[in-house]
């Protein structure tokens, strides 16, 4: 062979070579979950190149089934977003599966569907929000996921992963900037695959997503929220419990076409008797203690309707929130209604003294730490329940490994406290100063319930529809590190100051540590000199 036409082959060779190497495919973002019902569920990836979507699945590690889907531009390089979704699935079933492009094959996971309400199964989820990069702790979110909740959920439930949870919920900020492509990718699928690729996750958007692109092209919500709004803000049930997801942020909150559809869900949710719990998510917060600037007007919009929905039709409620980086739970004075910020997730910790704070009364527990929120579901028909756990991995100051720090369970049905008995003062005159109200011990026909709060009332008149006087007080008060209510037994109230030479009315209820308040006390009276 002539050496010009030895070059002209070689450099053939290596320029085919090279492009061979440029379109090799690889999977950039593991499978992961979305939008699981109970005969189906959606897959998506990301590849570098290559349009086939292809997932292999089956009831073994056989598979032997396969379903094509389809695949888009993620408007960054040559990479691709693929959605396929598998249809005709067994209820409450494990499957297996893989993903295939251009001969590319991920490994094989599994997955688990949904139940109906009617088959009254027990189920777990998780939520933490604001997972958002920190430079300080770049590893945080990763550490989260794998030392956090799939460490305790192999310890605590053994079994298979998607045996043990049904979905994973995030009310937002999922990365710093969601106009960025490298984040989505670096900083929030790929340190969460092991836990995405088996159970589904649903989030809702936080400010730090910015409205992005990205953000809904990576996420396939249910898409039966309003018209042209619809994976701003939806729902997704899960056995007995409706999900809400609710969109906080500036050019949402503001349309009233959003509280219009929450209001028709929950109105149709009453209706529903399948329905037992209803769980919301948003980012923004109606109230934080430990960050005032992050609330939003929006939040409590929603509060007080799901408060209505629950009291109007006994079905417990929570709303979960972010944007405050620390964990708060509380929960409403009049209704089975709990506030459950979830975060932080990775984001840097909001601590204590670091901005303007508030103890609100609603709130029993406050802490500037890391950590996750398990929610375990009791789908029984006859006394159906769910227990909030807070698992906390610490702050930098005190790390905590998947400690158990704050825990609330709630019952469906009513377990009311038996009525306290008002003791003292009983017409007798008294200083206007320094009155000391006193009731009886709590008393409860259940087990294992106890004194969690006591609500007092006082006015000029035995109707007590005008209030000189209106306490609520509960059993723990966590807020800048310390118990506030330390020491309260809760049968006791001392008044500071009334007018002088009036008659007062006064009575008191007592309520358990599951949201249970017992009927008002006898109705005493005294005057003040």
Known sequence: ???????????????????????????????????????????????????????????????????????????????????????????????????????????????????????????????????????????????????????????EHKGK?????????????????????????????????NLFAEVPLYPVPGNHEINSDFFFKYFSLPENGTPAYAEHWWYKDYGNTR??????????????????????????????????????????????ELWIPGEEEFSGKVVKALEAFSTNTGKPSIHFFGHTHG?????????????????AAGGAIDNWGEFEGKDYDEFTVTQDEYGFVMVEVDGSQDDPKFTLKRISRGNTVNPRNNEQTDSITVWKKERKPLTPEAVSPEGKEMEITGIVLKAGNFKSNFNNAFHAASHWQISESNDFKKLAFNSWKQYENWYYKEDRQKDDDLTDEKINRLKPKTTYYWRVRYRDQNLNWSNWSNVLSFKTK
Not at 91 to 103: A, Q, S
Not at 327 to 343: F, I
């Open 1 to 155: 062979m002539k050496l010009k036409n030895m070059i002209w082959v070689s450099l053939n060779f290596i320029f085919a070579f090279g492009n061979a190497q440029e379109t090799k495919t690889e999977i950039l973002i593991k499978p992961y979950l979305q939008d699981a019902t109970p005969s189906s569920i959606i897959i998506k990836w990301e590849t570098s190149t290559g349009d086939e979507s292809i997932v292999e699945y089956g009831l073994t590690s056989k598979l032997g089934k396969k379903t094509k889907g389809i695949s888009y531009d993620i408007n960054f390089s040559n990479s691709r977003v693929h959605e396929v979704k598998l249809t005709g699935l067994k209820r409450f079933t494990p499957y297996y599966y893989r993903v295939i492009t251009n001969k590319v094959k991920s490994e094989t996971y599994q997955f688990k569907t949904p139940p109906f309400a009617s088959d009254n199964k027990s189920f777990n989820i998780v939520a933490m929000s604001d997972m958002q990069y920190d430079n300080n702790q770049p590893n945080k979110f990763s550490e989260i996921i794998n030392e956090g909740v799939l460490s305790y959920l192999k310890k």
């Open 161 to 193: 992963l998607s045996n043990n949870l049904a979905m994973v919920m995030i009310p937002g900020d999922l990365v710093v900037t969601g106009s960025e492509y490298f984040q989505w990718k670096e900083h929030f699928f790929n340190p969460a695959e």
């Open 243 to 288: 999900i809400l997801g609710l969109d906080s942020n500036s050019g949402y909150r503001d349309l009233g076409k959003q509280l219009e559809w929450l209001q028709k869900v929950l109105d149709e949710t009453a209706k529903n008797d399948d329905i037992d719990f209803v769980f919301a998510q948003m980012h923004h917060p109606h109230k934080s």
């Open 327 to 343: 964990y708060s739970r509380g929960q409403s004075k009049d209704h089975k209604h709990l506030w459950v910020n979830v975060a």
